[in-house]
């Protein structure tokens, strides 16, 4: 994440200058430039998952996360996450926008899930807009959800903002997976993920008389679709040749010798 690309267990690592620089250049040429080179270092490193950019606001200057977010202003983040994403997706990388969404502060946001309140407006014009464009004009085919609730309902769980909104809207093709998700954090329930189009921590899911049911089978079912169809599409598939986007579709992932029986 942020300015450090490297393999979890590797030991060849190359930084990057951080998203609040990038944000101080209101440079599109330079942010897409930068995009290229981690899409080209993850080539070299065999990494087709990047866990960033980071998208959220700096909603105060006391964030915990600021060095990971671009700005304080929506547009001008937006612009810079969508072509630094869409360089980084030119050489085949999985870009995990996060944290989707409204992770403004770091004190009890993971074990606690604290509840963050905002208004449909506000949520669109400023804390969702960057994740939208990321979506829209920079192609990303990653996310990774947040910690905290928005309102009541932790946003791993949210079918209102990863279906009818990131999917269902904004047209998302692709997976979303959990912040670190580990023991202790009773309100990310792997459920709860699968039903609200979440690939994230799939091997926790609680195989039980009340959850195996069609609907959660075929929510499942759905999740290693995405989890495939993001593979797919992805440079883990070319090693570095032009990639070459496949259909939207089940049949795509059952011609290319997939099968997923759920």
């Known amino acids: ?36 080179l981690i899409g080209d270092y993850g080539l070299w490193a065999h990494i087709v ?14 964030s915990g996360r600021n060095f990971e977010y671009y700005s ?3 547009t001008l983040s937006a612009a810079m996450a969508a072509n630094v994403i869409a360089g980084a997706r030119s050489k085949g990388m999985i870009t995990f926008m996060k ?30 807009k960057v994740f939208e464009w990321a979506v829209k004009k920079g192609g990303s085919n990653g996310a990774m959800s947040s910690f905290n609730r928005i309102g009541f309902t932790w946003s ?20 979303v997976i959990t912040d670190a998700h580990a023991a202790g954090q009773g309100c990310m329930n ?11 921590s799939i ?14 089978l075929t929510a499942l079912h759905n999740a290693c679709k995405h989890i495939l169809y993001t593979q797919l599409n992805s440079a883990a ?12 579709s089940e049949t795509s992932v059952n011609a290319a010798g997939a099968t997923v029986n759920v």
């Open 237 to 248: 598939m070319n090693n570095g040749y032009a990639m070459e986007s496949l259909p939207y």
């Open 190 to 200: 792997a459920n709860q993920m699968s039903l609200d189009s979440r690939e994230g």
């Open 203 to 216: 091997a926790r899911v609680v195989n039980s008389e009340e959850s195996n049911t069609a609907t959660q």
């Open 49 to 62: 998952g990047w866990y960033a950019p980071g998208l959220n606001i700096h909603r105060t200057p006391f």
């Open 72 to 74: 304080e202003d929506a």
């Open 156 to 175: 791993g769980a949210s079918y209102a903002l990863l279906t009818e909104l990131l999917r269902g809207e904004w047209g998302f093709e692709g997976v």
């Open 1 to 36: 994440g942020r300015s450090v690309l490297k393999p979890f267990a590797g030991e060849h690592k190359f930084s990057f200058a951080t998203e609040t620089l990038v944000g101080c250049t209101w440079n599109k040429d330079i942010a897409a430039r930068q995009g290229e």
């Open 99 to 128: 944290h989707f969404a409204l992770n403004d502060q770091e004190n009890n946001r993971d074990t606690d899930g604290i509840a963050t309140w905002a208004d449909e407006q506000t949520m669109r014009e400023n804390y969702l």
